[in-house]
C-alpha cells in the first residue's frame, strides 16, 4: 500500500510540473540568410532627421544600403559621414511595427556594436497601440543601449509616464560586457505581466517588478510592443562627450531576431 501511495505521489508531482511548465515557442524570428535589402515583409523604416525625436542628433536616416542591408548572414546598420539634408551623418532606424508587435515574452536579439565615440546604437521598443498618450506615457524598453564614450557599458531601461529619463526617474539596470564592440552577445528581455528582466547572455542584471499601486503611468506593458533597432550619432547622451572626427563608417550588426512566447 505504501508504494502504491508513493508511486501516485511521484506521478501527481510529475504532472503538476508538466502542467506548470509552459514552454516558450518561437513566434517570430529573422536570422538574416538572404543578402540584400531587409525583408520588407518583416521591417520598415522610421526616415529623416531624428529632431522630432526629441534627443538632437546628427544622423538623417535612411532605407538607402549604405546604411541598412544584409550581409554574411548579418544585418547590418551602418552610420556613415555624410551630409544629407542638413544633418552631417546617414545612418537607418529599422522597426517592426505592423509587421511585428507582441505582447509578453523573450525578446533576443544577437549583436555587435559600434566602436567610436559619438555612437549611439539601440535595440528597443515601442508601444504599437499608444492609447495611454504620447511617449513617455504608453512606454518604452530599451533592451540595450550602448554610447561610444563609454566602452561596453550596456544599459537596459523602462521609461513610463511616472519614471522616465526627463524626471531622472527611469529604472534602469546596466552592466559591463567588455568586449561588446569585437564579439557578439545576446541582449534581451523576458516580459511578463508585472515583471521584466532585462538580460545578456542568459544571465539576468536588472529587473524591474510592477509595483502593486501602479496604474499605467507606471506600467503601460499591457499592451502589444513592436521591435526598433538604430544607430544614433551624437545627440543629447550619444554625443555628451564629443563626436570622433575619424573612424567612420561604424556598424551595428544583428545576427538574428528571436521572439518567444
Given at each position: 500500500m505504501n508504494i502504491t501511495l508513493s508511486r501516485i505521489f511521484v506521478v501527481a508531482l510529475f504532472l503538476?510540473?508538466?502542467?506548470?511548465?509552459?514552454?516558450?515557442?518561437?513566434?517570430?524570428?529573422?536570422?538574416?540568410?538572404?543578402p540584400g535589402a531587409p525583408d520588407s515583409t518583416k521591417?520598415?523604416?522610421?526616415?529623416?532627421?531624428?529632431?522630432?525625436?526629441?534627443?538632437?542628433?546628427?544622423?538623417?536616416?535612411?532605407s538607402d544600403q549604405?546604411?541598412?542591408?544584409?550581409e554574411d548572414g548579418k544585418l547590418v546598420i551602418e552610420a556613415h559621414k555624410d551630409s544629407l539634408e542638413g544633418k552631417?551623418?546617414?545612418?537607418?532606424?529599422?522597426?517592426?511595427?505592423?509587421?511585428?508587435?507582441?505582447l509578453y515574452g523573450r525578446v533576443e536579439v544577437k549583436?555587435?556594436?559600434?566602436?567610436?565615440?559619438?555612437?549611439?546604437?539601440?535595440?528597443?521598443?515601442?508601444?504599437?497601440?499608444?492609447?495611454?498618450?504620447d511617449w513617455p506615457a504608453s512606454g518604452e524598453i530599451d533592451i540595450m543601449e550602448h554610447v561610444g564614450y563609454d566602452p561596453g557599458v550596456i544599459h537596459g531601461t523602462i521609461h513610463t509616464e511616472a519614471y522616465n529619463h526627463v524626471k531622472k526617474t527611469q529604472k534602469e539596470g546596466k552592466v559591463t560586457v567588455?568586449?561588446?564592440?569585437?564579439?557578439?552577445?545576446?541582449?534581451?528581455i523576458e516580459w511578463t505581466k508585472d515583471k521584466m528582466d532585462f538580460i545578456?547572455?542568459?544571465?539576468?542584471?536588472?529587473?524591474?517588478q510592477r509595483d502593486p499601486k501602479d496604474d499605467f503611468k507606471g506600467w503601460p506593458f499591457d499592451k502589444p510592443f513592436h521591435l526598433i533597432m538604430n544607430l544614433a550619432v551624437g545627440g543629447n547622451w550619444?554625443?555628451?562627450?564629443?563626436?570622433?572626427?575619424?573612424?567612420?563608417?561604424q556598424r551595428m550588426e544583428v545576427d538574428y531576431v528571436r521572439i518567444y512566447q
Open positions: 503538476v510540473a508538466a502542467c506548470t511548465e509552459k514552454k516558450k515557442q518561437l513566434v517570430w524570428s529573422d536570422e538574416f540568410d538572404q521591417w520598415g523604416y522610421d526616415l529623416g532627421a531624428s529632431n522630432g525625436w526629441g534627443n538632437n542628433e546628427l544622423e538623417y536616416y535612411t549604405k546604411n541598412v542591408r544584409i552631417p551623418f546617414t545612418s537607418c532606424r529599422i522597426v517592426t511595427k505592423g509587421k511585428g508587435d507582441w549583436a555587435k556594436l559600434p566602436r567610436t565615440k559619438g555612437t549611439w546604437p539601440a535595440i528597443w521598443m515601442l508601444s504599437s497601440d499608444p492609447s495611454y498618450g567588455p568586449d561588446a564592440r569585437d564579439q557578439f552577445h545576446v541582449y534581451a545578456v547572455d542568459d544571465k539576468v542584471y536588472h529587473s524591474v550619444g554625443g555628451k562627450e564629443g563626436v570622433d572626427e575619424m573612424g567612420w563608417p
